[in-house]
C-alpha cells in the first residue's frame, strides 16, 4: 500500500522529533542540553568563588547551590561531591588554557632561555586563572593524601597533558647538547617541567607572593639549568628543526 501525502508528512513529523544522541528530542532536546550544560558552569564557577573566598572543607555543597540558584540534590546530581567539583574546575580549565595557548610558534630571535620563559611563565598565568591559590593548596594536598582517587587521577592527565604541550614546543628546535648531539625533546621536557613544579608548589604556599616574583625565581633556576644542559651557541641563537625538505 502506497503512503499518502499526509502519511508522509507524519512521517517527517515524526522524524523532527526523533530522539538526539543525548537522549532529548529533537530541537526542545538541544535546548534543554545547553541548559543544563549553562547551569553546571554556573554551578562550577560559584563553587569556585566560593572555594576561593571560604576554602574548600568550609564550603557546604548547600551552600554553593544556593549561591547558583539550584537545589542541594542537582549540584550534587551534576558533581557527585566536591570533589567532582574541584576535577571539573581543574580539568576543563585546564583543557581550556591548552586550547587557547599563544606559545606555540617557536621563535628564533630571542635566546632560548627567554623561550622557555615565556612558555612556564603562561604555563603560571593560565594555572592561576584557572583556580586561586587556596584553591591548588587543598588539590594538591588531597591527591597526595589520596593518589588513587578520582582527583588524584585528574591531576595526573592535566600533568600528562602539560608535558605533552611542553614537548611539542621543544621538539621543533634543533635542542643542541654541549657535546653536539641533539637532546631528546620528552626528556628535556621533564627536567624543566619537574622544577617548574616545585617552584609553583612554593608559590602557591606563600598567600603574598606574586606572579612577577615567582616567575623570578623560576628564571633563576631555568637559567643554569640551560646552561648545563645546552651549548653556548644554541642558548644564543636557538635554530629549529630543519625539514626533510630544508636538509635536501
Known amino acids: 500500500m502506497k503512503d499518502t501525502r499526509a502519511q508522509r508528512q507524519g512521517m517527517a513529523a515524526s522524524d523532527a522529533t526523533a530522539i538526539s544522541p543525548d537522549g532529548e528530542h529533537g530541537a526542545e532536546g538541544s535546548l534543554r542540553s545547553r541548559k543544563k550544560a ?5 554551578i562550577r564557577d560559584h563553587a569556585r568563588r566560593l572555594f576561593g573566598e571560604r576554602g574548600v572543607d568550609a564550603t557546604a555543597m548547600a551552600e554553593i547551590a544556593e549561591a547558583a540558584g539550584v537545589s542541594t540534590p542537582t549540584v550534587f546530581n551534576y558533581f557527585g561531591n566536591k570533589d567532582g567539583i574541584l576535577i571539573a574546575i581543574i580539568a576543563e580549565g585546564a583543557q581550556k588554557a591548552r586550547e587557547t595557548s599563544n606559545v606555540l610558534e617557536p621563535r628564533t630571535d630571542v635566546t632560548f632561555l627567554e623561550t622557555v620563559m615565556t612558555v612556564f611563565t603562561d604555563i603560571s598565568v593560565e594555572t592561576m586563572n584557572i583556580a586561586s591559590k587556596r584553591i591548588w593548596r587543598y588539590a594538591n594536598a588531597a591527591a597526595m593524601r589520596h593518589p588513587t582517587t578520582g582527583l588524584a587521577m585528574s591531576f595526573r592527565q592535566v600533568d600528562d597533558a602539560l608535558l605533552d604541550l611542553i614537548t611539542v614546543i621543544l621538539s621543533r628546535y634543533d635542542l643542541t647538547l654541549h657535546s653536539g648531539a641533539t637532546g631528546d625533546p620528552r626528556a628535556i621536557a621533564h627536567l624543566f617541567y619537574d622544577v617548574w613544579t616545585q617552584t609553583f608548589h612554593g608559590f602557591i604556599r606563600d598567600a603574598g607572593m606574586t606572579v612577577d ?12 639549568l640551560c646552561d648545563m644542559i645546552f651549548s653556548p651557541g644554541f642558548l644564543a641563537r636557538p635554530a629549529l628543526v630543519r625539514s626533510p625538505n630544508e636538509q635536501g
Open 213 to 224: 616574583a615567582h616567575c623570578a625565581e623560576l628564571e633563576a633556576r631555568f637559567a643554569p
Open 38 to 42: 549553562r547551569r553546571r558552569e554556573e
